[in-house]
Each structure stands twice: as structure tokens, then as C-alpha cells.
């Protein structure tokens, strides 16, 4: 089946830094998604790419849709400790399914 | 509104029982989605309801796993009988229609098996 590396798996860093993950995949996906999960909560979604090459901010987030189609990345910018979560990318095809990478999980060191 | 609604939030089951996991999706949403995480791994599709109807059921682990969605309302995701592999985090998903927008988890069930 479909698989999306996510790097990296994990990062501990300082309040006030620049935080970038990414996500590749060997295969095509129509969306592409970043979503941050809270403990004890479900993801939620940040920020939705649809078209290649396409560059999305929300806030201090940006994340740009890879021009195969096939990766992606997120950064964050002068990180605050509620930035603390796991940080996941999805691929989307035409069924709807999500395909998930593993994951990365952020600490943020006031 | 009130968002998806996942019980219980907590299960710790020996191996062997049953488990019964029920999500409420949003009202209205004719797509419900299952996924689990299992073992800090990445976020894996189980299946997804249209209404009442089985759209994809291609995650589905095996046999063990039974899903049901009554009157296209509310679904339940069964386990029986229960194993150590299966514990992990369940979550349910609904959205109105395609596209990411809309696509609202729950906060999932932590299944432990013993």
C-alpha cells in the first residue's frame, strides 16, 4: 500500500526557533495535509495543499505542496511552547482515505 | 455544534474478551471514517461508511474487526476476540462530503489489551 516518510520522527528544540518536518511518498496524491495532534485529542487539520508547487501559510505555519506531487513540508516559525504535539502529514487520493505518515513529535523548551 | 464523539475513551481488555468502540459522528456527515495508531506507528485507515453502506473496508486488519453503522447514524467498531496487537489508538472520523475541509476526528479510544 501507499506509505509517507515523515523525518523527523522527533525534535526537541528552543522557544523562538524555526521548526521544519517533511514527508515523502512513492506515490501520487491529489491533496496533501498537515495535521497536529494534541494529547488525549484527535488531529486536527493546519494546513491543505491541492495544487503542486503550491506554497500555503496559516500563521506561523507554512507548508508547500512538492512539485511531483509526492512530497511535502511544513515550517514553523519562532516556535512557543504550545506548539508542543505530534505533527502529521497526509496524502489524500479520490477516496477520500487518508494515508498518514509517522509522525513527528515537537518539544519546545521555554 | 458538537463535535465527533467517541466511547469509551479508555479500554484495557485481556486478550481474548470483546471490546465494543462507538463513534458518534457530527450531525449530518454521511462519511464516517475508523482509523488506529498502533504502537506510536503512523495513523492507519480501517474503513469508511457512506450513510449505512461499507464505501472501502480495504483496512481492515482481519476477521477479529467488526464495523456497523445503524441507520447510517452512529457506528460501532467491535474487536473479538481481542489481542495483544490490537491495542493502540482508535479514532473515528466524519466529514459532509470529499476534500479535507470538514473531515473532523474524535479524540479516539486508547485500547490496551492485556
Known amino acids: 500500500g501507499q506509505q509517507l516518510n515523515q523525518s523527523p520522527q522527533s525534535m526537541f528544540i528552543q522557544e523562538g526557533e524555526d521548526v521544519s518536518m517533511n514527508c515523502t511518498s512513492s506515490?501520487?496524491?491529489?491533496?496533501w495535509l498537515w495535521y497536529k495532534q494534541d494529547p488525549g485529542e484527535g488531529p486536527v487539520l493546519l494546513i491543505a495543499?491541492?495544487?503542486?508547487?503550491e506554497l500555503t501559510s496559516n500563521g506561523r505555519l507554512t507548508a508547500q505542496f512538492g512539485i511531483t506531487r509526492k512530497d511535502s513540508f511544513l515550517n514553523i516559525s519562532a516556535s512557543i511552547p504550545s506548539d508542543v504535539g505530534i505533527y502529521f502529514c497526509?496524502?489524500?487520493?479520490?477516496?477520500?482515505?487518508?494515508?498518514f505518515g509517522g509522525g513527528t513529535r515537537l518539544m519546545v523548551k521555554p | 455544534e458538537a463535535g465527533v464523539t467517541q466511547f469509551p475513551s479508555h479500554s484495557v481488555i485481556e486478550k481474548g474478551q470483546t471490546v465494543t468502540l462507538r463513534c458518534d459522528p457530527i450531525?449530518?456527515?454521511?462519511?464516517l471514517y475508523w482509523y488506529r495508531r498502533v504502537m506510536g506507528k503512523e495513523i492507519k485507515f480501517l474503513l469508511h461508511?457512506?450513510?449505512?453502506?461499507?464505501?472501502?473496508e480495504s483496512g481492515m486488519p482481519n476477521n477479529r474487526f467488526l464495523a456497523e453503522r445503524t441507520g447510517g447514524t452512529y457506528s460501532t467498531l467491535k474487536v473479538q476476540p481481542a489481542e495483544l496487537e490490537d491495542s493502540g489508538v482508535y479514532f473515528c472520523?466524519?466529514?459532509?462530503?470529499?476534500?479535507?475541509?470538514?473531515?473532523?476526528f474524535g479524540s479516539g479510544t486508547r485500547l490496551t489489551v492485556v
Open positions: 472520523a466524519s466529514s459532509p462530503g470529499s476534500g479535507p475541509y470538514g473531515y473532523t
Open positions: 506515490s501520487i496524491f491529489n491533496t
Open positions: 495543499l491541492y495544487k503542486a508547487g
Open positions: 497526509a496524502g489524500q487520493d479520490a477516496g477520500n482515505m487518508l494515508t
Open positions: 450531525s449530518g456527515h454521511d462519511n
Open positions: 461508511f457512506v450513510k449505512e453502506s461499507k464505501q472501502d
